[in-house]
């Protein structure tokens, strides 16, 4: 089989003209009314470009450097992502951070006290993952970390929940395969996101690919 950037027709036709047995669907997914996401970041998806997605830092592999890739239309999740991986780097604990940066973190981030977050952090890890607190005692660049992670990891719930005073802050997992898809959906009635099952759009995937097959 073939998975990857299956938006399209031509690209579903290009898998199978290579000798695939099945191709899979991703990012495309993303917007269907059976996805686990809310309406708001449907419509977001529905109206990405291929341009639209950047890097960031992964919530589970943070420390690693791991990047996944995510919307960046509509949202400032890559880039806040990416600066608190910056601040990471740079700082060896939550105390060495200069004023500005902790005021900025405290505002438009976490919206709460440092302290008050890594209570949140420390209790969700009291119940998740105790190992966690026990590195983090006597580390603080670790306790950093998982505070860090605790906003990326978040931001996914954000999203799904549809938060809408939280828009700035959702991580939405997405490929330019979903900008692929909506160029080719244009003007037919799977442009409008109550449109879009996963079903259908598989058999209209299949159906253009059959088509363009049959034209070669």
Known sequence: GAAGGMATPYSVCAAFAMGAGFVVTGSVNQACLESGTS???????????????????????????????????????????????????????????????????????????????????????????????????????HKMALVFRSYLGRASGWANQGLADRKVDFQIWCGPAMGAFNEWVKGSPLEKVEQRRAGLVAHNLLLGAAYLTRIN
């Open 39 to 141: 309406d708001m970041v449907r419509q977001m998806l529905a109206q990405a470009r291929q341009a639209d997605v950047a890097m960031a830092p992964a919530a589970d592999m943070f420390e690693m450097g791991v990047n996944v890739q995510v919307l960046k239309w509509g949202t400032m999740f890559p880039v806040r992502a990416k600066k608190l991986y910056e601040l990471y780097r740079r700082y060896d604990s939550l105390e060495t951070l200069p004023a500005a940066e902790r005021q900025m973190l405290e505002k438009d981030y976490l919206r709460t006290s440092i302290e008050q977050e890594w209570e949140n952090t420390r209790r969700f890890f009291e119940q998740r993952d105790p190992k966690q607190n026990e590195r983090a005692a006597p580390d603080p660049k």
